[in-house]
Every structure is written in C-alpha cells, then in structure tokens.
C-alpha cells in the first residue's frame, strides 16, 4: 500500500462521511414527485403555495422521514431502522401516517446499493415505538419496550422478534418474572441470555436488572448482592457495554440530570455483585461529558459513545472507552450535526452508522441524515469492497454468473443480492 492510499486509508478514522442515496429500482414515487416538482417549477409565479403531496413524497419508500427515539442495528449488510417519533405533522407524514407522531416502520439501508428500502413486513409489529431498546441476534431483530402516545402511559414489556430475512414479526411467548413496562433502558444479548436494565415508567426512574433465556423463554429478576446504598443510581437512555463477564452501564440519567463518565457501574455476572469501575481521564481533556440520550456501540474491548445532551447543549463528540485499560480517549471525528435522542450500530467489520434524532432543541428539530465513521482501520478486504462499489455502481444489475466470472467471491456476492427480493 504506497503512503497516499494509507493516508487515505487512517483518514477514514478521523471524520463522519454523510452518506448520500440512490433511488430504489422499483421506485414509482420518485418518478412522480418528478411530476410535481416539474408542475411546481410552472406554476410557482402564478400558485407560489403549491405544494407536492406528501403522499407522493412518502411513495416510492425513498428515505425514512427524520425522526428521533428510534433504534438501529446492523449486520453485514444492511442497517435497519425501527420506530421513532416526530412531532412535526408534515415531517412525520401527516394524515398519511396512521400512526402520527410515531412511525409504525422498518426501513433498511443496503450498503453495496447505498438505497433506502421500507420493509413490508407479516406479523404482529410493536406500537410502542419510543425508546424501546433493539438487537439483533442472527437474523432476529429484537425489540423489547417502548413507549406509545402519550410517553408514560402506554408501555410494553414484550418481546418483539422480526426475521429480517423471512419479513416476519412474532411476540415471543415469555414466562417468568417480567420487567414492568419500561421505555428508555438499555439491554444487551450475553450468552444466549437477554440482560435489560432500567428504564422509566414515565414517572419512576428503575435500577432494576432482568436477564432473559433466550432458549427457556423465562425471564428473571436478578437481585445483587448488594446493599441498597451500593446499586447504581436510577436512570434511562444510557448504554451498555460487555466484556463477557461484567455489564457495564454508560451515561444515561433522568428528566433532571445526567450521570458522569469519570466511574461506571459494573455488574459482575459470576459474583452477583455491582462494582464500581474507575475509569482514566484522557491525559489534556478529561472525561467526556456527563450526557443521556447518547448512543453507544461496541469493538471487541473497545467502546465508542457519541453526541447526547448533557442537560444543557446537544453533544457532538465522540469518545472511545477501552475495557482492558479503562482508558478514555477523545477521538478526531466530529459529528456534522450535533444530535440526541439518535441511533448507532456497528458493522461486524468496525464501520459506525448514525441516523436521525434531535439536532436543534428550541426548534424542536429533527433530522433524516445518516453518516458512517470508521472506529477501526478498515481490513484490506473491506477497502477493496468500497472501491469496487464506488468504481461499479451497477453491480447489482448483473447476474451471479456474471459476477462470478468477474471473480467476486460467493460473501461479496451475497452483500450484493441481500435485498434484491421484494420489500
């Protein structure tokens, strides 16, 4: 690799890229807001007030609408993005969207494409669409909680599996000791168990701990072993982190505070026991900021936080937390938009995407962009997949014979043809 392409190849750790999209093959919409804008340009100096329906500007699927509250993941593949909530009634739609303020949806982006798709799916889909918390695990998309309208008054504690391939929504059929119907905690997938922690009511803030048997289906209430002045504080919208035999929580906080970076709570999960960690200061800067509502994702050891709102600004940095060390180091990337309430996920290859939340507080406003970051070099095979895409554009119009005879390999192959099914 000669110094130019390496320059390229580090600078790719140091900045948000936005990303841009192209229109769906089967995209009947955009042609017709063509039309419309096309009539607009005519008619603009006689009828300045014309408008394009938001109808014609929702068909076709061309990009989710801004949005705050949702949740994303990722595979290999695709981001997926659920749910979400914006007050602004042109922006979430209007009296085309049923289920005004909030987004009954699922939408993928396609990486190789760079195309927004709505997902048409079967099945029973959650209507608490605010601050639920969302993994995926193989081909599941699981969502669990969430609020619906009005905050606080009507929340789930259901579990909600979507196969992303088969298109299909089931409630899983639970036993056990369930959390009480909570929005805004944060849950992680250890071990083929389901841990969630906190949360808010609406009007009470929870330390609780669940853990969920993702083969028995029975939920537990796990009670440390500690005493009630020792478990962490109460809270929602924070993170959580793994290191296989400690959860850590990130932040978080409620209504009127925001809870400090500088010591994390960890639970132990062979002592039964919370512990608090000492984290270290980056050496000019400090600790990040105190913030709630941030979004966290996770490398191997290696943990990244970005943007949130510390009770008084919106944030825009971006930190990463190494769990060996417990080092915190404040890293180049700035997001282009300072932005709370959004949504991360992580690439199994290290790639970082952000989507949407609230970028503007006395406004109210929310945002449609989606950015992507590196968090780790990017492997050669990666740079050479993001070359080819750039080079070929119209990859995905070939057959898999002919891709095949171009030497593409069978994995390449399937991030091409992933969502080429119907949507």
């Known amino acids: 690799m000669s110094s130019a392409e390496q320059k390229e190849t580090f600078s790719l750790l140091n900045k948000f890229e936005k990303l841009s999209w192209r229109p769906f093959i089967r995209d009947s919409g955009s042609k017709k807001r063509a039309r419309w804008l096309q009539a607009r340009r005519i008619f603009s100096p ?26 994303c993941v990722a595979d290999s593949s695709n981001l997926y993005v659920f749910g979400g909530y914006n007050p602004d009634f042109e922006e979430a739609g209007g009296s085309e969207n049923e289920d005004y303020p909030l987004f009954r949806e699922l939408w993928r982006y396609h990486f190789a494409t760079a195309t927004w798709q709505q997902v048409r799916t ?8 605010a601050s639920m918390s969302a993994v995926i ?38 036993r056990g000791n369930k959390p009480n119907k909570i929005y805004g905690q944060a849950m992680a997938i250890i071990n ?50 793994h290191d296989g035999q400690r959860i850590y929580i990130l932040g978080g906080g409620t209504s009127w505070t925001s809870y400090s970076l500088d010591k994390i709570h960890a639970y132990n999960l062979e002592t039964n026991y919370w512990e608090e ?44 937390l190494n769990l060996r060390t417990f080092q915190w180091m404040k890293l180049p990337a700035v997001m282009p938009e300072p932005a709370y309430f959004h949504c991360a996920a992580v690439t199994p290859a290290g790639c970082m995407y952000v989507h949407g939340g609230v970028v503007n507080i006395s406004g109210n406003r929310r945002t449609a962009s989606l950015y992507k970051v590196w968090l780790v070099v990017p492997s050669l095979l990666e740079l050479t997949w993001e070359k080819l895409l750039k080079m ?31 949507g």
């Open 277 to 320: 960690m000492v984290t270290k200061p980056h050496e000019k800067i400090g600790y990040p900021a105190s913030r709630r509502c941030h979004s966290c994702v996770q490398v191997k050891d290696e943990v990244f936080i970005c943007g949130g709102y510390n009770g008084e600004s919106i944030l825009s940095d971006l930190w990463r």
């Open 46 to 71: 006689t009828c300045p007030s014309l408008r394009i329906p938001n109808r014609f500007l929702r068909e076709g699927h061309c990009i989710p609408p801004a949005r705050s509250g949702h949740r």
């Open 392 to 422: 070929f554009p119209h990859l995905t119009q070939l057959s898999t014979l002919q891709l095949l005879s171009l030497g593409l390999t069978h994995t390449f192959i399937q991030r091409l043809k992933l969502t080429q099914g119907k």
């Open 192 to 241: 083929g168990y389901l841990y969630v922690f906190g949360g808010t009511t609406g009007y009470l803030y929870s330390t609780d701990l669940h853990r969920l048997d993702l083969t028995t289906k029975e939920w537990t209430h796990l009670k440390p072993n500690n005493t009630p002045s020792d478990l962490p504080e109460e809270r929602y919208r924070h993170e959580l982190a």
């Open 122 to 129: 079967e099945g029973y889909m959650p209507t608490e669409l």
């Open 137 to 174: 695990h193989g081909n599941n998309l699981l969502v669990f909680g969430g609020t619906g309208i009005p905050f606080g008054e009507n929340n789930s504690n259901d579990v909600h599996v979507c196969n992303v391939q088969y298109r299909r929504w089931n409630l899983l059929n639970c």
